[in-house]
Structures are given as structure tokens and as C-alpha cells.
């Protein structure tokens, strides 16, 4: 089995840490922060108490987990 070695301590991320990756506000209560790899990109986003996100779509694969709370995904 091939061995995997990172780089270094730039290639891990703390998604805890508020100050973490490139901050985006995607709307008025939903604030975000992205990290950006050589070949995907991951996205970390905090909705605000009932808190809408806008229908779009995107023409790659995305996946979405629910750390905390509860939503409807609505596709």
C-alpha cells in the first residue's frame, strides 16, 4: 500500500477556528468560510435561527453536512 506524506502544517485546517480560511458572508445571517485545496474546495457555513439560503445550483458535486441543528435541503 502506497505511503501518503502532507507537505506540512499549511495543509491541515482547523474548521473551528472562526478565523480560518477566506471569511464570505453568502447573505444577511449566513456567514461562511472556504478553504481552498489544489483540487476541491471545502466550505464551512453557519446559518443564523431560521435562516433561508438562497435556491442555486452548481455544476459539481457538492456534499452537505449538518453538524448542529436541523434544515430542509431542498434540490
Known sequence: MPQTF???IE???NVDDLVAG???ELSNGIKAQVF???QSTFMIA???PNMPGRI???PHEQWHFVL???CT???
Do not use: A, C, T, Y
Request: charged share 30%; glycine share 16%; no cysteine.
Open 56 to 58: 442555486h445550483k452548481h
Open 6 to 8: 502532507m507537505s506540512g
Open 73 to 75: 435541503r431542498v434540490h
Open 36 to 38: 481552498q485545496g489544489d
Open 46 to 48: 453557519r446559518f443564523g
Open 22 to 24: 477566506i471569511p464570505r
Open 11 to 13: 495543509d491541515l485546517f
Open 68 to 70: 448542529e441543528g436541523s
